[in-house]
T-cell receptor, first 113, second 111 residues
Framework: SAVISQKPSRDICQRGTSLTIQCQVD?????MFWYRQQPGQSLTLIAT?????????ESGFVIDKFPISRPNLTFSTLTVSNMSPEDSSIYLC??????????FGPGTRLTVT | GQQVMQIPQYQHVQEGEDFTTYCNSS?????IQWYKQRPGGHPVFLIQ?????EVKKQKRLTFQFGEAKKNSSLHITATQTTDVGTYFC???????????FGTGTRLKVLA
């Protein structure tokens, strides 16, 4: 299975600022995803990061708020823009190189004050 | 849109007791995955089920996919304290890599 790292592991940010989260994989993978998980809740898919093209966003998530980049097959970034306290959450990237199995990074715990 | 519900939401068991969580989708699934998330950790892939009526076992864990491919279950025999965590199912419609995660079942095992 792929080894996935995320930076930062946690951050406390002020309202109105932006934070970029990095996801690095130790091997090339076909699919990369970004999820959000509120404490004690399930995972919600934000978007699929597409290499070389615009990300595919799920209902309720827009590019202006969550711009995503994927410059190659091992790296992606998610930016949380113009943050508000409602954006406080754990952000997880995941990767998949088969139709089924997903492997998750350790997550980024974001607190917005 | 597609919804995936799990019951129960919480379960406390004595060590050695059995545990079952049920996963129900509002739509037919092409396959289903199960994940375990330890407290403070990230989801870890456990297994995938593809065929209608499929049953798979991993040591004390038994996974089943319903005949109509709209429900699934995870059964743990003789729970141990290492089984503590939240168990999520994730359902995928056909022709897509995207998965909808269930609401999760949080398991606590009392020693």
């Amino acid at each position: 299975s792929a080894v996935i790292s995320q930076k930062p592991s946690r951050d406390i940010c002020q309202r109105g600022t932006s934070l970029t989260i990095q996801c690095q994989v130790d091997s090339q993978v076909t699919m990369m995803f970004w999820y959000r998980q509120q404490p004690g809740q399930s995972l919600t898919l934000i978007a699929t990061a597409n290499q070389g093209s615009e990300a595919t966003y799920e209902s309720g998530f827009v590019i202006d708020k969550f711009p995503i980049s994927r410059p190659n097959l091992t790296f992606s970034t998610l930016t949380v823009s113009n943050m508000s306290p409602e954006d406080s959450s754990i952000y997880l990237c995941s990767v998949s190189d088969s139709p089924y199995e997903q492997y998750f990074g350790p997550g980024t715990r974001l607190t917005v004050t | 849109g597609q919804q995936v519900m799990q019951i129960p939401q919480y379960q406390h068991v004595q060590e050695g007791e059995d545990f079952t969580t049920y996963c129900n989708s509002s739509t037919t699934l092409s396959n289903i995955q199960w994940y375990k998330q330890r407290p403070g950790g990230h989801p870890v892939f456990l297994i995938q089920l593809v065929k209608s009526g499929e049953v798979k076992k991993q040591k004390r864990l038994t996974f089943q996919f319903g005949e109509a491919k709209k429900n699934s279950s995870l059964h743990i025999t003789a729970t141990q304290t290492t089984d503590v965590g939240t168990y999520f199912c994730a359902g995928g419609p056909s022709g897509t890599y995207k998965y909808i995660f269930g609401t999760g079942t949080r398991l606590k095992v009392l020693a």
